[in-house]
Nanobody, 123 residues
Framework: QVQLVESGGGLVQAGGSLRLSCAAS????????MAWFRQAPGKEREFVAA????????RYDDSVKGRFIISRDNAKNTMFLQMNSLKPDDTAVYYC????????????????WGQGTQVTVSS
């Protein structure tokens, strides 16, 4: 059974930093493209960042480019999202997900999801 468990969310002031983690089990982690999505109240779930199976390739949404860094440790079956220079607009529930259907930027491309971790950025 595949399990993805996010952690590291919390309340932070604008300009601050947080580091999210996603611990995976029940799958061969090192063979999957992984990604972070987020969903703010009343909005659709949106793509944040993705990382290739090796970690050598990354993609970011323009809204986080230059502020967020996605990484992974295949030896520990864990993915990370370092979030710097946080803004109130970054407030959302952040989800990690496993890409299984090829569509990198759409939630439809992901079969496995974590339960999410709340990130709140105060102004």
């Amino acid at each position: 059974q595949v399990q993805l468990v996010e952690s590291g969310g919390g309340l932070v002031q604008a300009g601050g930093s947080l580091r999210l983690s996603c611990a995976a089990s029940g799958l061969t982690f090192s063979t999957y493209v992984m990604a972070w999505f987020r969903q703010a109240p009343g909005k659709e779930r949106e793509f944040v960042a993705a990382i290739s199976w090796s970690g050598g390739g990354t993609r970011y949404d323009d809204s986080v480019k230059g502020r967020f860094i996605i990484s992974r440790d295949n030896a520990k079956n864990t993915m990370f999202l370092q979030m710097n220079s946080l803004k109130p607009d970054d407030t959302a529930v952040y989800y990690c997900a496993t890409n299984t259907r090829g569509s990198l930027y759409s939630p439809g491309g992901y079969a496995y999801w974590g339960q999410g971790t709340q990130v709140t950025v105060s102004s």
